[in-house]
């Protein structure tokens, strides 16, 4: 079973920058679909960005322009930039890789948290 873990995460000022890592136990199969979601408290989980193996990325609108996901398959490893941060984008941050079936198959990391404040 595929396992991935998060680091990156920490306190940072609004219009600060954080760049979260996602590394993989094992090769991912090009077929996944790897992604960022993120749960803020009293919140549904939402997808943050996603991108496939061959560079098509999907992102929230929230996050368009200011977020920026990629994915080095050598390394097994997924990024996400995320640039000028707001408060709101305080959250804990997931990992995932999802094949995508007609009944999804998801593998999760632990989360790591950002917070954004002054």
């Known amino acids: 079973q595929v396992q991935l873990e998060e680091s990156g995460g920490g306190l940072v000022q609004p219009g600060g920058s954080l760049r979260l890592s996602c590394a993989a136990s094992?090769?991912?199969?090009?077929?996944?679909?790897m992604g960022w979601y993120r749960q803020a408290p009293g919140k549904q989980r939402e997808l943050v960005a996603d991108?496939?193996?061959?560079?098509?990325?999907n992102y929230a609108d929230s996050v368009k322009g200011r977020f920026t996901i990629s994915r080095d398959n050598a390394k097994n490893t997924v990024y996400l930039q995320m640039n000028s941060l707001k408060p709101e984008d305080t959250a804990v941050y997931y990992c995932?890789?999802?094949?995508?079936?007609?009944?999804?198959?998801?593998?999760w990391g632990k989360g790591t948290l950002v917070t954004v404040s002054s």
């Open positions: 991108v496939t193996s061959g560079g098509s990325t």
């Open positions: 094992e090769s991912i199969p090009s077929i996944y679909i």
């Open positions: 995932n890789a999802k094949l995508p079936r007609i009944i999804p198959t998801h593998y």
